[in-house]
């Protein structure tokens, strides 16, 4: 009800009821009036609402029924939460390999470049030559380098295993930067000597190829095979690669051998959609 209303009916009542004594005496006064107004407005005001308290022991209990009334719900809790960790992960992989990508690719004395030097999807391999699983996968490197005409392949010494491995690796630093040496033919030998590989394994390739012994011998230990593995060993660091091998391809850290089918489906979505991944279509 309004108050004009109200105001209205209390002025009718006043009226009826004061008319046979209005020569004896007067009606209420204007402020009489108001509080009359005020009173009767109070008592229509509404009651207050009445609030419960929540009790915590009541609303667990109502979680635990609703989780078990459909125990999915925990399964796609954990789905999505592991599907948000790997979206986080691939982006922090991402940043981390543009941070790091003139070390990555454009090392002139430390990159073994092999293939198409202007190939449109790049494979890096960080490798040791006592490394089983190197060894294995070296036929499927020979079969991507036959089969794909635009890729490109770099290899990286990254000798962790022995100490044979790091003496190995200063030789194979200068048999790639000798033109009179084939090193893709140096690099396939070595990977199929039996036992240990070590400086005389490696000196003994080097030779057979054309390469000087008694230079290779007198350089192995000098500043510039020294450089070169140093900086593959911060360039390793800085990627959290721990391990031998490890591929870097696109926008991906690959820790371990992969068989030759994943690593070319990874190279076809590279090439489809710039990615090692691509969206699930449809």
């Not at 079969?143 to 190995?168: C, E, H, M, W, Y």
Request: net charge negative; proline share 5%.
């Amino acid at each position: 009800m309004s108050r004009l209303s109200l105001a209205l009916i209390l002025l009718v009542g006043l009226l009826a009821g004061g008319l046979g004594t209005l020569a004896l005496r007067t009606g209420p006064n204007e402020a009489q009036v108001q509080a009359m107004i005020s009173a009767a407005l109070q008592k229509q005001a509404p009651a207050p609402v009445q609030t419960a308290a929540a009790d915590p022991g009541s609303m667990d209990k109502a979680i635990e029924n609703y989780l078990l009334s459909d125990p999915t719900i925990l399964t796609r809790m954990n789905d999505k939460l592991t599907a948000d960790k790997q979206i986080a992960d691939r982006k922090a992989e991402k940043d981390l390999l543009a941070a790091h990508a003139a070390d990555i690719y454009d090392v002139a004395d430390g990159n073994v470049v092999l293939g198409n030097p202007k190939g449109d999807v790049t494979l890096v391999e960080m490798f040791d030559y006592n490394c089983s699983y190197c060894r294995g996968a070296l036929p499927d490197m020979a079969n991507l380098l036959q089969s794909d005409p635009n890729l490109r392949v770099i290899l990286k010494d990254f000798p962790i295993l022995t100490a044979g491995s790091v003496d190995a690796a200063r030789v194979a630093v200068l048999v790639a930067q000798d033109p009179k040496i084939n090193y893709w033919q140096f690099h396939q030998q070595l990977f199929s000597q039996h036992g240990e590989v070590g400086a005389s394994q490696a000196l003994q390739v080097a030779e057979q190829l054309g390469g000087n012994r008694v230079e290779l011998m007198l350089d192995m230990n000098g500043p510039k095979p020294n450089a070169v593995i140093q900086k593959n060993y911060d360039l390793a660091k800085a990627l959290n690669a721990n391990g031998t091998p490890t591929y870097i391809l696109g926008d991906e850290i690959i820790p371990g051998a992969l068989d030759i089918d994943q690593l070319k489906a990874k190279i076809a979505n590279i090439r489809a959609c710039g990615s090692t991944e691509c969206p699930a279509s449809g």
